[in-house]
């Protein structure tokens, strides 16, 4: 089955740093999210990319956070100054089509903020 | 927006007891609803998923259940074996466009041998 691939797998950073999270969806996938998850608690979404554009974010979603898919297989996710309370585990996802279609999550990157 | 409520928070059954875990949804325009399992340490991963003009739907020993009416939909584990032991959840979203999955807290199964 393919897979969403996220790097790293882990991120360790100093408050106030920047970070680039990494992901490459499956190839003929056209939605992609970012969701996180901190320890112990439920899948949260983040945002959501679609056209080349974000098409919904959630509150979490910040200006202090970003997406891009700079070419046609990367996305990126990236939190210009880290707090604490970014870190979390980090899960890219993408989807073939809108609606109800199975949505693949990458094994996450886990980010802790020091 | 959709809010996703799941219950219990954690079980606990003994190896080849059926497990059941329940959740509702608040926006009756939802109509896909699908079951993630989480290892420790692992990304989720889509085990069942039920659409709003099924009521019911199973593979092998898991099976979801929908009731529109009511806005509630439950996960049906039988038999369980070990390593069932997971977190599971439940999200819910509707079809059109490219509507975000709303989770569940999750659902900390743990099956005892």
């Known amino acids: 089955e393919p897979e969403v691939t996220q790097t790293p797998s882990h991120q360790v950073t100093q408050m106030g740093q920047e970070v680039i999270l990494r992901c490459v969806p499956i190839s003929n996938h056209l939605y992609f999210y970012w969701y996180r998850q901190i320890l112990g608690q439920k899948v949260e979404f983040l945002v959501s990319f679609y056209n080349n554009e974000i098409s919904e974010k959630s509150e979490i979603f910040d200006d202090q956070f970003s997406v891009e898919r700079p070419d046609g297989s990367n996305f990126t996710l990236k939190i210009r100054s880290t707090k604490l309370e970014d870190s979390a585990m980090y899960f890219c996802?993408?989807?073939?089509?809108?609606?109800?279609?199975?949505?693949?999550f990458g094994s996450g990157t886990q980010l802790s903020v020091l | 927006g959709e809010n996703v409520e799941q219950h219990p928070s954690t079980l606990s059954v003994q190896e080849g007891d059926s497990a059941v875990i329940k959740c509702t949804y608040s926006d009756s325009a939802s109509n896909y609803f699908p079951w993630y399992k989480q290892e420790l340490g692992k990304r989720p991963q889509l085990i069942i998923d039920?659409?709003?003009?099924?009521g019911e739907k199973k593979d092998q020993r898991i099976a979801v259940t929908l009731n529109k009416t009511a806005k509630h939909f439950s996960l049906h584990i039988t038999e369980t074996q070990p390593e069932d032991s997971a977190v599971y959840f439940c999200?819910?979203?509707?079809?059109?466009?490219?509507?975000?999955?709303?989770f569940g807290k999750g659902t900390r199964l743990s099956v005892i041998a």
């Open positions: 039920i659409r709003s003009n099924v």
């Open positions: 996802a993408s989807k073939w089509t809108g609606g109800g279609e199975k949505l693949f």
């Open positions: 999200a819910a979203n509707y079809r059109s466009g490219n509507t975000p999955l709303v």
